[in-house]
């Protein structure tokens, strides 16, 4: 068994029929530590996250109201409360998206063997990613723009 | 073209048993997930950018067809977690790789232990509210 780190990624036993070269250090590797890591970490994330809104929660129920009851309402001053949501859903976000972007890289690289396409493929994926995710975290920290619908609109 | 149409026959002539189906099962569920997220979080972002179309978009996540699609991704979604963390456990612990098709199968008992009660209760949640639609409006 060979180790990198404090992380093992390289074992040839007895059931090993074909032994693997361990990776050298590099993106490639640091990309395959954080799929591993991010992903152990988005478990609890994605999975709280999912069991709030569509298990204890329904999608059904989810109005302007109770978002902004999470983001605070633009120009609002951060409650700690609020605090905390931002920084849970912006880890959630953050992590997702990364894991998500380097989980398509991996099949789009597969699939895609002439390089002009996989590059441009993946040049409009990763800019689309990043907007959104831009886009995501700063409404998370702006608020819910109550203003926008009247304020007294709001159900 | 060539090439892609040999990736995907051979992905499906390959005797990989449970661990190359689930492989293929983790790559599909991934990027459907990637998918559902991008559009997740344009929709979130419109409750600060614009918020009229934020709320038409709601709206149509409320639609039965949506309803649907939703509980697809949680099928999805538990499936990606459960065998990720075989997949994250197995490289990081490879003595657990004796027990590899234990791993395998258990990943697909604990996927539909916990997708299904979520699936029931999902769909509990949207007969509800489309039957007290249906209520109110009959009401009137």
Redesign the interface.
Known sequence: ?TTAGS??V??V?R??VRPVAPPRNGFERAAWVFM??S??V??FL??SH?GFQ??FN???????ES?AGR?GV?GQIATLQIWFWRVYYGLL?GL??LH??N??RQ?VY??M?FKPLYWGFMTVSTL??VA??A??I???F?????A??GGAAVR | MS??FT?VRDTLRYKGREGQWLWVLH?IS??G??FY??LH??D?????????V??QL?AL??TPVF?AL?MVL?AL??FH?VN??R??LL?????L??RQQLATRLALIITVVIAAP?II??LI??I??HLSAAATTAIR
Do not use: C
């Not at chain 1, 329904?58 to 302007?64: G, H, R």
């Not at chain 1, 702006?142 to 109550?146: E, F, K, W």
């Open positions: 068994m992380t093992t390289h074992s036993n059931r090993t591993r890591y992903g152990l988005l478990v994605a999975l999912w569509h298990i329904s999608v059904q129920n989810l109005t302007l978002t983001w633009t976000l997702a998206m998500g972007l989980g398509l099949v597969d699939y063997h689309l990613i959104v995710s886009a995501g700063a409404a998370l702006l608020g819910v723009n109550i926008a619908v | 090439t892609l990736t790559r991934g990027l997930i990637l997220l991008i979080i344009y979130m972002s419109l409750a600060y950018f614009n918020v009229p934020h709320e709601m996540f409320k309803s939703e949680a979604l538990v977690a990720g963390v997949v994250a490289d990081l612990r490879p003595a790789w004796a979520t209760i999902m949640y949207t509800n509210a």
